[in-house]
């Protein structure tokens, strides 16, 4: 089992930046597939990226691809979201996920994660 905790969350205006900080408990990180999902009121839960437990694969959003980028550093048990070119849609709780194997595009199912972080709110308005 992990436990997630997210951070860096906030408001930026259109066109900005911002990183997001997912912290994992425990000695067994690099046992997860990791993933970002994000979600706002209405909507069902969305993928937003997701790595493999050696960085080998990467998988994006159709609508961040080009402009967030996920990463990991296993010796910290850190994984990470860089997100630039921020737009107002980006707008959502972000949620970290740690998952099993991977599983190549299956990965974007949220089913496929057994771990998640309470959330850090994005809002990005001008």
């Known amino acids: 089992q992990v436990q997630l905790v997210e951070s860096g969350g906030g408001s930026v205006q259109p066109g900005g930046s911002l990183s997001l900080s997912c912290a994992a408990s425990?000695?067994?990180?690099?046992?997860?597939?990791m993933g970002w999902f994000r979600q706002t009121p209405g909507k069902e839960r969305e993928f937003v990226a997701a790595i493999s437990q050696r960085s080998t694969n990467r998988r994006y959003a159709d609508s961040v691809k080009g402009r967030f980028t996920i990463s990991r550093d296993n010796a910290k048990n850190i994984v990470s979201l860089q997100m630039n070119s921020l737009k107002p849609d980006d707008t959502a709780v972000y949620y970290c996920?740690?998952?099993?194997?991977?599983?190549?595009?299956?990965?974007?199912?949220?089913?496929?994660?057994?771990?998640w972080g309470q959330g850090t709110q994005v809002t990005v308005s001008s």
């Open positions: 996920a740690a998952g099993g194997a991977w599983l190549g595009d299956h990965m974007k199912s949220l089913v496929n994660y057994a771990y």
């Open positions: 425990g000695r067994t990180f690099t046992d997860y597939a």
